[in-house]
């Protein structure tokens, strides 16, 4: 029986050290993995969503809590004024989930462009989503009131040749940041009158 005691001892105080210390190591490097997706991942497709800007989006950015998700919104300002946020969601493609940025210019409330960040899609297929800039430009000017459709659907987006799934999949995940985008609208409003110069 002492022996059991032990082993249930030992095992719990093991498992005490092992949380406490993979949750320093998370805490730890929270900050440099952020500034690391922000340079290498995020950074290249905010900056070919907002080519032309002001400002530094990287650094203008603020956060807004949407239910239990922290989003981050990173400001494009043009002519001096604040006029476009980008903000990643994500999507779910052919092969796997797929994270894509949506820039919206709150003035018109109309989609500036998109980016896929991170994807697991067929090279030469699916890739193309993120690779094939003919693809994002389609969502330019786009109304964030209406669902974002492939035209085999009905929508004005022509998909992918060959990769409908990832087309419809992108299609729908700039669907959902238009609703997201119209839901937290007035708190967007709010935090870009900090930027205005």
Known sequence: MNEMIKMVVVLTILSAF?????????????ETI?????QFVKGPAIEKILAGTSNDPIKDRFK???GDVERIFFVGAFDGKP?????????????????LMVGINVETDKVASISVTTHKETP??????????SFAAQFH???TKKEIKVTNDGGAINAISGATITSRGVCLA?????GIYRKL???????????SK
Do not use: H
């Open 18 to 30: 092992s949380g406490g210390l993979l949750a320093a190591v998370r805490n730890g490097t929270r």
């Open 34 to 38: 952020e500034n690391q997706e922000l």
């Open 64 to 66: 807004i809590k949407d």
């Open 83 to 99: 006029s476009t946020v980008v903000f990643e969601v994500s999507g779910k493609g052919f092969a796997d989930a797929f994270g």
């Open 174 to 178: 700039a669907t959902d940041a238009c």
């Open 141 to 143: 000017g786009v109304s």
């Open 185 to 195: 609208k007035p708190q967007i409003q709010e935090k870009l009158k900090g930027f």
């Open 124 to 133: 030469g297929l699916g890739e193309k989503a993120k690779s094939d800039p």
